[in-house]
């Protein structure tokens, strides 16, 4: 029951097309004007822009505009960096930079999404809290 009332709150239904329409503009423009991206590898790029197509896609969508949505972006955040720091992504240039960078844009769209509801405190708890989830993790 504590997963339904989870897991329900959320809409999961968006098509591929929209996934990955999402983010391509903001990754063209990255790489056009970044030093960082025009430095970097094919393989790291094409890392950078699956990341960053999966954060704004599941942050624009009406998932990310609760908690859900950053509990997410930790989680993807901590396995990046997790994964960086043991190696296991060799195409990565350091634990520093690739998974910061990811992780910052991600807590930003998230707080474009939530912006409004700072107005009333009513609005911001109805915003960000996830129902079903235990308070340390809200």
Not at 81 to 108: D, E, H, I, Q, R
Request: glycine share 10%.
């Amino acid at each position: 029951m504590s997963f339904h009332s989870y897991f329900s709150q959320f809409d999961w239904s968006f098509s591929l097309g929209s996934f990955l329409a999402l983010c391509l503009p903001f990754f063209l423009l990255s790489l056009v004007s970044s030093p960082l991206f025009m430095s970097a590898g094919l393989l790291e790029t094409a890392f950078t822009w699956g990341a960053l197509t999966a954060s704004k896609a599941f942050l624009n969508s009406p998932f990310g505009k609760k908690a859900g949505g950053a509990h997410l972006m930790v989680f993807l955040g901590c396995v990046l960096f997790s994964v960086n720091f043991l190696g296991m992504v060799p195409f990565l240039k350091g634990a520093s930079t690739s998974p910061s960078f990811v992780f910052f844009y991600a807590l930003f769209f998230w707080s474009l999404g939530t912006l409004g509801s700072f107005f009333s405190e009513v609005g911001f708890i109805r915003g960000v809290w996830v129902k079903g989830a235990p308070f340390s993790l809200n």
